[in-house]
Nanobody, 114 residues
Framework: VQLQASGGGLVQAGGCLRL?????????????MGWYRQAPGKQRELVAT???????NYADSVKGRFTIARDNAKNTVDLQMNSLELEDTAVYYC?????????WGQGTLVTVSS
């Protein structure tokens, strides 16, 4: 499974970005799919996930600001990030989980400036 993440960049606080993760196979194969992030000096943390049943899960720190969405036809999972804060600066990784494996994308850097 290959996951191609895109959409990162530099944005001012209060701005928005949209990340996209494209899978090399149908995303219906995955139990869950979504985004984690890792800020400098910190552990990787969950941002938002989508289960195969359609439910979503968000980190408390991004609730109300970020929205995860999937497109089964395009095999993509996007992360719309609004009202970005300095603390959102991190490398964002998409992932896709099957029963016995987890695949990660290459990461895309999001930098929020004041």
């Amino acid at each position: 499974v290959q996951l191609q993440a895109s959409g990162g960049g530099l944005v001012q606080a209060g701005g928005c970005l949209r990340l996209s993760c494209a899978a090399s196979q149908t995303i219906l194969n995955f139990i869950s799919m979504g985004w984690y992030r890792q800020a400098p000096g910190k552990q990787r943390e969950l941002v938002a996930t989508f289960s195969s049943g359609g439910s979503t899960n968000y980190a408390d720190s991004v609730k109300g600001r970020f929205t995860i969405a999937r497109d089964n036809a395009k095999n993509t999972v996007d992360l719309q990030m609004n009202s970005l804060e300095l603390e959102d600066t991190a490398v964002y990784y998409c992932y896709a989980r099957k029963v016995v494996s987890v695949n990660w994308g290459q990461g895309t850097l999001v930098t929020v400036s004041s």
